[in-house]
């Protein structure tokens, strides 16, 4: 940790400090489109406060302003007929260029003299139909908030009603609801979870294998869906990619504890618009591995490569391919010297693979003067595997579990949207996805018993989604959304209909009140419906073959309050019905899926359990505005849930409440050169819950035996973390470099995680989350 620190202040202490008299500046450019269409608009003023530079779009809407000074700006966009929008906190850097794509709406009341702005409020849903529970993020947030590190999951976790499961991977709890409600998507469609070490059936993972060099602002939503996101319960992410640049070739090197990174962005031709976007990561730990430093027992590895490329065409509309992909794998040999074996745990050797993969091709093409037509077809294959073995004392080694789940996929997504008039506007759309599974799993209960079986499939099957949404705005001050979302299983014939409605009211020009209400549904994990079961006669049979979706009712409503242009304060209340939800088939066991939070159940379930999430949400947000940032949130809320035996109980995420503070300053030099960022984030929660342990029953069996009577009554002591990020940055001509640290839990605070019953100690014992971890990275753009 010091020698961290003092390779950061020496960087730092080493940096060019000399003043030059030439100033650096950079171009602004980019592209002006309607909102709903994204078609160009000619004519559009860009302008430049404070300054008096300026650019007009062409007929294709682009636009290009140059000679911009180094610095941070704010650019107000304008064109007759559509409302005036403000883009604050445009970074401009001397290593790229800024480029940009802005969308106007289109105004109800049309007149030369009427004037409407749509204000700063910077995380407006890029989804005109996410009217509440959502907001925009960027790409800097990611980067700049601490020990974010590049993260969209660990990102949000600033956000009001948003949890980390657990320190050592990003997976999230959204008010209350498990982690594996949570939906990814990109591009419109909806894609396996890119992260990496993602064990089976979750939403997370140790390390995002999103590159940050790709994506553009993104939503995140939290409740009441629009009809067009289904097969989620707790939240959505909904990706954006950027383009590359078109005209300038341009490139970013990265060195850090997390990997080395290499992008490159650029044109394909001096005289075609269409561009590439690719990066590369490969692990740090994987080559101090290989020079034969090893800093943990286990070794780890990991690499990702993505891309985005977009082909526009004159006639035929613009194409665009995208790719991401992730190998991750950690391993631990037990010592071949039984000298070494302390214990008998020193004798499992223990390997675990995570393999993800995603290629898409896009399409989008305006239909008319009033349509647009997206379209989009994938292929997945997500790869999980995990080998236990144990060696003897004779050397001979034993395999005691195997698990190996290979998911193919390949999905399509058509949207229509048509606007009939600026008040109105429809959209409807169908995916389908056609899914390969080849899913095995056995496990030795004991060295002298043979390996049990317990999952073998080999299946493949369909699922069908299909949505139809529209939004009516009678007035500038009143807009109406409502759809219906209709998802299908083929696999055993299992559907549901989910009506959407939400409505928002500007009853003052700093004032809105907004209420939502949406039926959810979501699948099962895909392994739950194989799980085996034999009876007397050693017939096998599938108990949760035809297990139904689980399924929940949001209820939300909000209240937002823009102080100035630069404060905000919301408040969200909300209430969660959850029914349908799978639950163990036994009156003796306690077991809801609401309580997973990854891999695979293996016993048989029913769909007879209900829970319920209801809270409030408080935020003050003040944007980034002089150089300076915060936002302060709390939450307070209640999640149960029932058995089958219709007992309610806490869930295991039932903290009650969250108290998150984020801020940040930059220090900025005269001539723009340097900047010092600090940022500071510190969350306080209350503990999750925990099932007592039956220590007497436990000692009989020689393993953790639960008391089901008393699930989850038992609460964890409150989480306390504290993060800071400081970071350097330098611009130079046509280069920036940017030197940071990231300190996650700066305090080195021991926050418990749960209790296990150790076989060794026959005693109960605590596992505790991580504890401080010094993130170090450099990056250099040009």
């Known amino acids: ?14 940096s060019p400090l000399i003043i030059f008299s030439q100033s650096y500046t950079q171009n602004i450019r980019g592209t002006i489109v309607e909102k709903v269409l994204q078609i160009p608009i000619a004519g559009a003023t860009v302008k430049i406060e404070g300054t008096q530079l300026g650019g007009v779009s062409d007929v294709n809407g682009h636009f290009q302003i140059e000679h911009v000074p180094l610095g941070t ?12 929008t403000t883009l604050s906190n445009m970074q401009i850097n001397a290593g790229k260029e800024l480029v940009l794509t802005v969308s106007l709406e289109e105004r109800i009341i049309q007149g030369k003299d009427i004037v409407i702005k749509t204000g700063r409020i910077k995380n407006r849903p890029l ?9 925009s993020f960027t790409v800097e947030e990611t980067q700049k908030y601490a020990a974010s590190v590049n993260d969209p999951a660990r990102m949000v976790t600033n956000f009001p009603g948003v949890a980390s499961a657990d320190d050592g991977n990003n997976q999230i709890i959204i008010r209350g609801n498990a982690p594996t409600g949570l939906l990814w998507r990109m591009e419109g469609l909806d894609i396996p979870n890119p992260n990496h070490f993602a064990s089976a059936g979750s939403s997370g993972g140790g390390i995002s294998i999103l590159s940050t060099q790709l994506m553009a602002n993104s939503d995140f939503v939290t409740g009441a869906f629009a009809a067009e996101y289904g097969n989620a319960l707790s939240g959505v992410f909904d990706l954006k990619l950027r383009k590359g640049n078109n005209e300038h070739r341009e490139y970013t090197l990265q060195a850090g504890i997390l990997g080395l990174n290499l992008a490159a962005e650029g044109p394909f031709s001096k005289n075609y618009k269409g561009s590439y976007l690719i990066n590369y990561r490969y692990s740090t730990l994987s080559i101090l591995s290989a020079l034969g430093l090893n800093f943990t027992p286990s070794t780890t590895n990991f690499q990702d490569l993505s891309y985005h490329i977009v082909l526009p065409t004159r006639e035929m509309g613009t194409f665009s391919l995208f790719s991401l992909g992730g190998l991750s794998h950690q391993f631990y040999h037990a010592p071949a010297d039984s ?10 050797s223990d390997q675990f693979i995570s393999n993800t993969g995603l290629w898409a091709i896009t399409h989008k093409i305006g239909v008319g003067k009033k349509g647009l037509l997206n379209s989009a077809i994938g292929y997945s294959l997500t790869k999980n595997a995990y080998d236990r073995s144990f060696t003897q004392h004779d050397y001979v080694t034993l395999p005691m579990y195997k698990q190996s789940y290979l998911t193919r996929r390949v999905n399509t997504n058509i949207a229509f949207t048509y606007r009939f008039s600026p008040r109105l506007m429809w959209r409807s759309g169908l995916m389908a996805n056609y899914i390969l599974f080849d899913f095995s799993e056995s496990q030795r209960e004991l060295a002298s018993l043979p390996m049990h079986e317990m999952i073998k499939a080999k299946q493949h099957t369909q699922t069908y989604q299909v949505y139809s949404q529209g939004q009516w705005k009678p007035s500038e001050k009143f807009i109406l959304s409502g759809g219906i979302h209709y998802l299908f299983l083929a696999y055993n014939q299992t559907y549901a209909i989910e009506p959407r409605v939400s409505a928002k009211w500007d009853f003052h020009s700093n004032q809105s009140i907004s209420f939502g209400y949406g039926r959810h549904s979501q699948l099962q994990s895909w392994g739950v419906y194989f799980t085996q079961q034999f009876d007397s006669l050693n017939r096998m049979t599938l108990p949760n073959r035809n297990l139904g979706f689980s399924k929940a009712d949001h209820w939300v409503l909000s209240y937002q309050y823009s102080i100035n242009p630069y404060l905000r304060l919301k408040t969200e209340l909300y209430y969660q019905h959850l029914h349908h939800v799978p639950v163990s088939r036994f009156d003796t066991s306690s077991f809801s899926v609401l309580n997973v939070q990854a891999d695979y ?3 048989p379930l029913i769909n007879l359990g209900r829970g319920r999430n209801y809270g409030i949400e408080i935020s003050l947000e003040k944007y980034l505005h002089r150089n300076f940032y915060y936002t302060l949130s709390t939450s307070f809320y209640q999640s149960h849930y029932t058995a089958v035996n219709g007992q309610w109980y806490n869930t295991k995420y039932n903290g009650n409440s969250i108290l998150n503070l984020i801020a940040g300053k930059d220090f900025v030099s005269k001539n723009q050169r340097r900047t010092l960022g600090l940022s500071l984030k510190s969350v306080y929660a209350g503990g999750y819950r925990t099932t007592p342990i039956d220590l007497d029953k436990s000692q009989a069996e020689g393993k953790t035996i639960y008391i089901q009577e008393k699930a989850f009554t038992d609460k964890l002591p409150a989480y306390f973390r504290s993060d800071i990020r ?3 940055k330098w611009n130079r001509k046509r280069l920036t470099s940017t030197l940071s640290l990231d300190i996650q839990n700066v305090s080195n605070r021991q926050n418990v995680y749960d209790q296990y019953f150790d076989v060794e100690s026959a005693k109960v014992k605590t596992y505790y989350q991580t504890g401080i971890i010094p993130i170090l990275n450099y990056k250099v753009e040009f």
Do not use: P
Not at 1 to 14: A, D, N, P, R
């Open 1 to 14: 940790m010091k020698l961290t620190c003092c390779l950061l202040l020496g960087m730092i202490l080493s």
């Open 73 to 84: 700006h704010t650019l107000k966009v304008s064109a007759m007929g559509y409302k005036e």
């Open 127 to 135: 989804n005109e139909l996410s009217m509440v529970s959502a907001r």
């Open 339 to 348: 000298l070494k074996w302390k214990s008998s745990s020193d004798q499992y």
């Open 601 to 603: 159940i293996r016993e």
């Open 726 to 728: 400081i970071s350097m």
